[in-house]
């Protein structure tokens, strides 16, 4: 296995746009790949492995793993049932969109090389959301991406801050806007904290 790294750089503006890149531009020239998560994500025992096995592959240029949302708050029943369909339809509709090629991905469970992502340019800092979507999308251009048998469990609190409905639709327009060319969110939008 090779050398592991990690890195923790503070980013002062709010935007996980801006955090990611900040993270990205500090890292040595000599990584060779990059695995992300979330502060908020219980990651698999396999997860680490499962993402080096698939870049592995030198065609492959990015990988990525399904990403479970948990609760953070306690749901009554119905909420519990609506938030797991929401959870079953999230994944679906991953699976569907990257079978298309109409690529779907979270940070909290992705990996790419870092020198491909070097020559797309990284994370574009004035995405306030979809910025791992916009990074994995960049990099289904110039190289295979991978699913891998990997599994995180991350914090629902975004979903649930924002409104299930709400939070769904919303992705459902970023993702029509950047795959019929034009750009999603962008900095204009309020970044929302909630922690």
């Known amino acids: 296995m090779p050398q592991l790294t990690i890195q923790e750089k503070f980013e002062p503006r709010k935007g996980i746009g801006k955090a990611r890149q900040t993270g990205f531009e500090a890292l040595p020239s000599t990584i060779e790949y990059v695995i992300t998560t979330d502060s908020d994500t219980v990651v698999s025992d396999d997860w680490l492995v499962s993402h080096l096995a698939s870049l592995d592959?030198?065609?492959?240029?990015?990988?990525?793993?399904?990403?479970?949302?948990?609760?953070d708050i306690p749901l009554n029943k119905i909420n519990?049932?609506?938030f797991s369909g929401y959870t079953f339809a999230a994944n679906v509709a991953h699976s569907i969109n990257n079978h298309h090629k109409s690529l779907v991905c979270g940070g909290a469970n992705m990996g790419y090389k870092k020198e491909a992502a070097d020559a797309c340019g990284g994370y574009n800092r004035r995405l306030n959301r979809g910025e791992?979507?916009?990074?994995f999308y960049k990099l289904s251009q110039i190289g295979l991406v991978s699913k891998n048998g990997s599994r995180v469990f991350t914090s629902s609190r975004r979903i649930i801050g924002e409104g299930i409905l709400r939070h769904s639709l919303d992705r459902l327009k970023d993702n029509f806007l950047r795959y019929s060319g034009k750009n999603p969110v962008s900095e204009k939008d309020v970044y929302k904290d909630f922690r």
Request: hydrophobic share 35%; no cysteine; aromatic share 10%.
């Open 57 to 71: 592959n030198p065609d492959v240029v990015a990988s990525y793993g399904t990403i479970d949302f948990r609760p």
């Open 80 to 82: 519990s049932l609506i």
């Open 132 to 135: 791992d979507t916009d990074l």
